[in-house]
Nanobody, 121 residues
Framework: QVQLVESGGGLVQAGGSLRLSCLASGRIASINAMGWYRQAPGKQRELVATFTSGGNTNYADSVKGRFTISRDNAKNTVYLQLNSLKPEDTAVYYC???????????????WGQGTLVTVSS
């Protein structure tokens, strides 16, 4: 099975920074894509930043220029650097990967439990 564990969330003031980490472990044969999503109270879960299968990055317009996604392929880890945080960034941030398990065909989505980011004004 595949497991994702996020860390790095917390409470920060507007304008501050955080770095989120997500470690993927388990019977992973390959990873097609990795990224971050978030869900604020009363809102649907939305894409924040991702790596596609081609290695390209994709950012939500609301975070472009402030957030940076990075990864360490050898460690199956993806990071999200959050700078210039705004109160509207307050949400639970979820790690997501599209991965294939060993001895299985096809790629499937896996989600972490989420880490809470709270930005105060």
């Amino acid at each position: 099975q595949v497991q994702l564990v996020e860390s790095g969330g917390g409470l920060v003031q507007a304008g501050g920074s955080l770095r989120l980490s997500c470690l993927a472990s388990g019977r992973i044969a390959s990873i097609n894509a990795m990224g971050w999503y978030r869900q604020a109270p009363g809102k649907q879960r939305e894409l924040v930043a991702t790596f596609t299968s081609g290695g390209n990055t994709n950012y939500a317009d609301s975070v472009k220029g402030r957030f940076t996604i990075s990864r360490d392929n050898a460690k199956n880890t993806v990071y999200l650097q959050l700078n210039s945080l705004k109160p509207e960034d307050t949400a639970v941030y979820y790690c997501n990967i599209k991965a294939r398990e060993i001895y299985k065909t096809g790629y499937y989505d896996y989600w972490g439990q989420g880490t809470l980011v709270t930005v105060s004004s």
